[in-house]
C-alpha cells in the first residue's frame, strides 16, 4: 500500500528566502505526482504537477521528482506571508483513480 | 464563476441521525468526481471515486456510501453518523487523470 510521508512537519522561512520542502513515496511505479496547499481547513490549490523525472516550474514554484529516490521536493521562490499555509504531497499512478496524500508541511512566512 | 460548489457548508448532527453532503460540477462535461475527508489536524483521505453516472468505487471504509445520481452531483451519506465522522469533507474533480480541483469542503461536527 502506497505511503506517502513529507517533510519537515513544519518549516519558518524569512520573507524572499527560498523554501524547500519534501515528499518520499513507496511506490516506485507512481507517476503522478502533485502538489496543493491548503489555508486554513479550506479547499485545496494546485500548484504543480509532475509525471517525469526531472523539474517543472510553474510562477515561483519549482518541482523535482526523482522516482529512482522515491522523492519529490517543492521549491518556493521568493516566498510572501500570504504564501503561509499547509502545502501537501499527493501522489497517484496514470489509470489508477487512487490518490495518497502526505500529512502535509505547514509553511510559514515572516515578514 | 465557482465550478464546483459544496453543501451545506456546516453541520452539526447528533450520533446516530442520518447525514447528505451534496457537491455539484458546473460547465464540465463527465468528470471524474471524489470524495475526500479530512478529520481536524490530519490526514487527507480519499473515500470515494466516480468515473460515470451510476457507478462508485470505495476507496477507504468509514461507514459511508457515495452515490452519483446525475453527471454533475456526487452525495455523500450514511443513516447512523458516528462521533469518528467528524471532520472536514471535501468533494474534488478532474478530467481524465489531470489535475484535480477541489471545492470549498464542508465542516461536519458530530456531537
Known amino acids: 500500500q502506497q505511503k506517502v510521508q513529507q517533510s519537515p512537519e513544519s518549516l519558518t522561512v524569512s520573507e524572499g528566502a527560498m523554501a524547500s520542502l519534501n515528499c518520499t513515496f513507496s511506490d516506485g511505479t507512481s507517476n503522478n505526482f502533485r502538489w496543493y496547499r491548503q489555508h486554513s481547513a479550506k479547499g485545496l490549490e494546485v500548484l504543480v504537477s509532475?509525471?517525469?523525472?526531472g523539474e517543472k516550474e510553474e510562477g515561483r514554484f519549482t518541482a523535482h521528482l526523482n522516482r529512482a529516490n522515491l522523492h519529490v521536493s517543492l521549491h518556493i521562490r521568493e516566498p510572501q506571508p500570504s504564501d503561509s499555509a499547509v502545502y501537501l504531497c499527493a501522489v497517484s499512478m496514470t489509470g489508477n483513480y487512487k490518490y495518497v496524500f502526505g500529512a502535509g508541511t505547514r509553511l510559514k512566512v515572516i515578514a | 464563476a465557482q465550478t464546483i460548489h459544496q453543501w451545506p457548508v456546516a453541520e452539526i448532527k447528533a450520533v446516530g441521525s442520518p447525514l447528505s453532503l451534496g457537491c455539484t460540477i458546473k460547465g464540465k462535461s463527465s468528470p471524474n468526481l471524489y470524495w475526500y475527508w479530512q478529520a481536524t489536524g490530519g490526514t487527507l483521505q480519499q473515500l470515494f471515486y466516480s468515473i460515470t453516472v451510476g457507478q462508485v468505487e470505495s476507496v477507504v471504509q468509514l461507514n459511508l456510501s457515495a452515490s452519483r445520481p446525475k453527471d454533475d452531483q456526487f452525495i455523500l451519506s450514511t443513516e447512523k453518523l458516528l462521533l469518528s465522522h467528524s471532520g472536514f469533507y471535501l468533494c474534488?474533480?478532474?478530467?481524465?487523470?489531470?489535475?484535480?480541483?477541489f471545492g470549498p469542503g464542508t465542516r461536519l461536527t458530530v456531537l
Open positions: 474534488a474533480w478532474s478530467l481524465a487523470q489531470y489535475e484535480q480541483y
Open positions: 509532475i509525471f517525469s523525472d
